[in-house]
């Protein structure tokens, strides 16, 4: 179904931040400011879809062009984000009621939602009952996700970037850990729930010699003795040092994750809230081994790392909001963004944007295919490295400011009405 229509638009970001989400935004937002056939305002929603339930919109004809093009350099989200999950229209159709009224009073036609597999729920869900009750809106997912676990697309905005930094830090404290003539076991905890696509980046240090010595995804079932035995193994070569790439969403031969026993509670998405699997396993070969061992949790700064940011994924992000906002005027709705992986006839990666539809997208998971990781489940293959080079090309950051970083900033005018 397409709707080709004038009125309003807004824009949302919504989950775990990425260093590029700001770069769909500026995409969107930029793009939209120009079609001014279609769109007559631009509004962007604080804090997700909450700040459309709560009718809390900024006016982002009121920012400065010069910020907006900073917000592509700029790492977490700009608006606010949210992790609020709206329940089925047919269980509890209240909130849908409520942003259909603030959609009516503003006069939305356009809605672009930026976000990873709950988001695009989020967004599918939205666009489903506004075509039930007959609003005309189209609706757009921007994707976004360090994961890079979105169903239908070659990958998400986020994903180079992130792969980037943990590589590029891996490859550091290589270097660092190796120093010394006594030995040291080193294990990198990196995100990455059910999906082992961040984890597999430590390959790309591997690539250029200063890797790991085994890999861990989720994908592949984990088993703590072999862990034990792999590590003793490497050891025995190595000089008793070892550096060690784990996922935080390992599990068990029975399914359950290895670091569970460190869950105080979950996310308001019901997932649980991961980490300290580095520790724990540090703690199993301290005691099993009696090597020295150090755990490295790289947390939050796998994804805000906006100094290591790859160009190549900042201006697929920005291309993917300014598609986004193209295909919504051309009258496409009910659509997520997603990515094609060409090649031209010299042989260099090209990414073209394409749209799926967004029931695909919602609450999906794309994992890291099972032929690239290897028979022993300790490594991933030359074919992943293969993937992901081309997505970690470019260097771009923000200009500098009496040596830091100038990050956007951003009036956030609320629109009064």
Partial sequence: MKFDMVGACVFAQSGGPTSVINSSAAGVITQALKEKKNITKVYGAE?????????????????????????????????????????????????????????????????FYNGGNDSMDTCNKVSKYLQSVGYKCNVIGVPKTIDNDLYGTDHCPGYGSAAKYIANTIMECHLD????????????????????????????????????????????????????????????????KCIVAVSEGLKNAEGKYVAECTVSQNDTFGHAQLGGLAQILANIVKERLGVKVRPIELSLMQRCGAHLASKTDIEEAFNAGAFAVKSAVSGETDKMVIFEREYDKKGNYVCKNVLMPLELAANTEKKVPLEWITNDGSNVSDEFVKYALPLIQGDAKAPLEDGLPRFAKLKKVYEQK
């Fill in 47 to 111: 804090h997700g879809i909450v700040g459309i339930l709560e009718e809390k919109l900024f006016d982002m004809s009121q920012e400065d062009p010069k910020e907006l093009e900073l917000l592509k350099y700029t790492p977490s989200s700009a608006l606010g984000s949210a992790r609020y999950k709206l329940k089925d229209a047919s269980a509890n159709d209240t909130d849908y009621k409520r942003i259909l009224e603030v959609f009516k009073k503003y006069n939305i036609r356009y809605f």
């Fill in 177 to 240: 850990a190796k120093v010394y003539n006594f030995g040291q076991v080193c294990i990198f905890e990196i995100m990455g729930r059910n999906a082992g696509w961040l984890t597999a980046a430590a390959a790309l240090a591997g690539y250029k010699g200063l890797g790991a010595d085994l890999i861990y995804l989720p994908e592949v079932p984990f088993d703590v003795d072999k862990f034990i035995e792999s590590v003793k193994e490497v050891c025995a070569k190595n000089d008793n």
